[in-house]
């Protein structure tokens, strides 16, 4: 099975090690090499950005990206659509201000190939 990063991603990509010469995986999107136990993703859909639904799972949806309870987008991301880190910085104009995170998206993502992969 593909190993889950912190970052919500499957991994989606390999890094070596300089100093010890292991390969780990990783998530070249976020640039994330934490390994995390895999969410419970049963019952759960993966939508791409043009519309099309798959079931959750990081074997079978390219760039699976998780976003159910507990997840980064759960917790980072407030419900005025910013981050929390953008709340924290003052020269950042966030639409509220006050962050509630926006909690569980009812959809996973992925992508399914509907602009190319090239």
């Not at 090690?17 to 136990?37: E, R």
């Not at 759960?74 to 419900?79: Q, V």
Request: net charge positive; glycine share 8%.
């Amino acid at each position: 099975m593909t190993p889950m990063m912190a970052c919500g991603c499957a991994a989606n990509a390999k890094r070596r090690i300089a100093i010890t010469g292991a390969v780990i995986p990783c998530c070249v999107i976020h640039d994330c090499i934490d390994v995390v136990t895999s969410p419970d993703l049963s019952g759960r859909q993966a939508r791409c950005s043009c519309g099309k639904l798959t079931a959750s799972n990081p074997d079978k949806a390219a760039f699976f990206e998780y976003r159910g309870v507990g997840s980064r987008h759960a917790k980072n991301l407030c419900k005025c659509g910013y981050t929390d880190e953008a709340h924290a910085k003052p020269h950042i104009a966030a639409k509220c201000k006050t962050f509630t995170a926006r909690g569980p998206h009812e959809f996973d993502l992925f992508y399914c190939g509907c602009r190319g992969w090239d």
